[in-house]
Structures are given as structure tokens and as C-alpha cells.
């Protein structure tokens, strides 16, 4: 039974037949996709021996041994693409989620359906999947214990970047703020865009690009829409 909010929100994002959870660790998720039939097949990955081990161990005990298969593998790098409609990527930092993206070109290829869920540089994130081409589609928030994120779903659009992503962009992606989870999402980032503000406009000659920030905080704010 998986009862992790970030994860539930990862399967929901996914749409296809044949699943790749890059570090999967335990290997719950790809063990939920298949059990509650929203994938046919799976692939698990780690680049690490033991979480495999348990991954394996995890896959066996539900009997799905024939359906998921498990692979060593930094990143996608030895991953077989064949077949492969869904790339999950959660529960690491934004730019090794952006450098495993990178490599994989037949994600592009295949426009395959990448769920990605940043545990920080999420505004690195955002930026590197707007300049590489990719349409980020649907932004879920999720809160799981103290901590509040943000799942999206992107696919490769093809179409070259138009003008750079605002701060308000990057900080709070698509996520809307009229759930509690989003408002608190928001609410957070607006914080996080507070305190770059705040740390910039130390510096007089930089008062404009902290003023950028806390502008950036507001907006995020006026997002939110809960009682
Ligand atoms: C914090 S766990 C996240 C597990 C699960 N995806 C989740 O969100 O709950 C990170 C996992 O990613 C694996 N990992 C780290 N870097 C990786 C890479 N470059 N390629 C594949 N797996 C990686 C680690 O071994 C670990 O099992």
C-alpha cells in the first residue's frame, strides 16, 4: 500500500503503458503503477546496488517479477527505451534531474511523458526544460509530512524557447493556489523569493534586482486563493 502523497501524485501524472522510475530505492512506485493497472510494465533503476536489492525484493514479494524489470543504471544511461512512454524522476535535486533529462535524447525522440519532482533548484529546473524545448503541462502540489512540493508532468514540444522565464515562473511553476497544498506551496516559494530579495538588496547597487524578487513574492501571493 503506498500511502506517500509525493508518490501518489507522481502516479497520477502517469499516462502510458511502460513506466522508467529513475532511483527508485524502494521500488514502490513502479510496484503501485502496475497493481492499480495504470501501467502494463515498468522499469526500476538506481544507480546504487542495495536500493535495487530492496527494489527487487519489494517486486518479488508482490509477485510482479514478471512485469517490472530492474536495472543499474545512472540515470536513463542503461535504460532500454524501447517501449517506454513515461520517465519519473522524483526525490532528487533539480539539476541532476536536469543532467539525467540531458542525456536522454530519446526522450525527446519519443515524446515520452516525464513526471518530475524536484526536492530542490526546482528554478533550475523550470529554466533548463523552457530553453531545452519541453512544455511543462500540469503542475500537482503535494504535501508529505512538514514539507510541501511540486510534481510536473512535461513532454518535449519541439518549439524553441520563447523570451526567459520570470522569477514568478520559475519559484512557483504552474501550481495553482486555490488548494490548501498549493497555497502552501506558493506561500513558501513567495518566502524563498523573499529572502533572496532581502539577501540581494543588502547591497544598494542591487536594489533593482531585489526589488525583482520581492515583486516576484507578491505575485506568487496574490495566487492564493483559499479562505
Ligand atoms: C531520495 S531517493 C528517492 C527515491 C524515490 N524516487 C522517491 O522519490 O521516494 C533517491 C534515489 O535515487 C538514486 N539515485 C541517485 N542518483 C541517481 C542517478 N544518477 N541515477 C539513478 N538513480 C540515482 C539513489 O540511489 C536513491 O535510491
Known amino acids: 500500500m503506498l500511502n506517500d502523497r509525493r508518490l501518489l501524485c507522481c502516479a497520477e501524472l502517469c499516462v502510458g503503458e511502460r513506466a522508467a522510475d529513475v532511483g527508485t530505492d524502494h521500488g514502490y512506485l513502479p510496484v503501485y503503477l502496475i497493481e492499480k493497472g495504470i501501467c502494463s510494465s515498468a522499469v526500476a533503476c538506481d544507480i546504487n546496488e542495495m536500493p535495487l536489492a530492496s527494489a527487487r525484493e519489494n517486486i518479488a514479494r508482490a509477485g510482479l517479477s514478471d512485469k517490472i524489470e530492474t536495472v543499474l543504471s545512472?540515470?536513463?544511461?542503461?535504460?532500454?527505451e524501447e517501449g517506454i512512454t513515461d520517465v519519473v524522476i522524483a526525490g532528487m535535486g533539480g539539476e541532476l534531474i536536469a543532467d539525467i533529462i540531458a542525456r536522454a535524447e530519446w526522450i525527446k525522440t519519443?515524446?515520452?511523458?516525464?513526471?518530475?519532482q524536484p526536492m530542490t533548484k526546482w528554478d533550475?529546473?523550470?529554466r533548463f526544460l523552457h530553453a531545452s524545448g519541453f512544455n511543462v503541462i500540469r503542475e500537482l502540489p503535494c504535501k508529505?509530512?512538514?514539507?510541501?512540493?511540486?510534481?510536473?508532468?512535461?513532454?518535449y514540444s519541439g518549439a524553441g524557447p520563447e523570451g526567459e522565464c520570470s522569477l514568478e515562473y520559475l519559484y512557483g511553476g504552474l501550481v495553482s493556489g486555490d488548494?490548501?497544498?498549493?497555497?502552501?506551496y506558493l506561500e513558501r516559494q513567495a518566502m524563498r523569493l523573499e529572502a533572496v530579495g532581502r539577501g540581494i538588496g543588502r547591497d544598494a547597487a542591487r536594489s533593482d534586482e531585489a526589488e525583482k524578487y520581492l515583486s516576484a513574492a507578491e505575485a506568487l501571493r496574490a495566487k492564493i486563493s483559499t479562505e
Not at 519519443?110 to 518530475?116: D, T
Not at 508529505?144 to 513532454?155: H, P
Not at 488548494?179 to 502552501?184: D, F, L, Q, R
Open 124 to 126: 533550475h529546473l523550470r
Open 110 to 116: 519519443n515524446r515520452v511523458n516525464l513526471i518530475l
Open 74 to 80: 545512472d540515470g536513463l544511461d542503461s535504460v532500454p
Open 179 to 184: 488548494t490548501c497544498e498549493g497555497a502552501e
Open 144 to 155: 508529505e509530512g512538514r514539507f510541501v512540493y511540486s510534481v510536473m508532468q512535461a513532454v
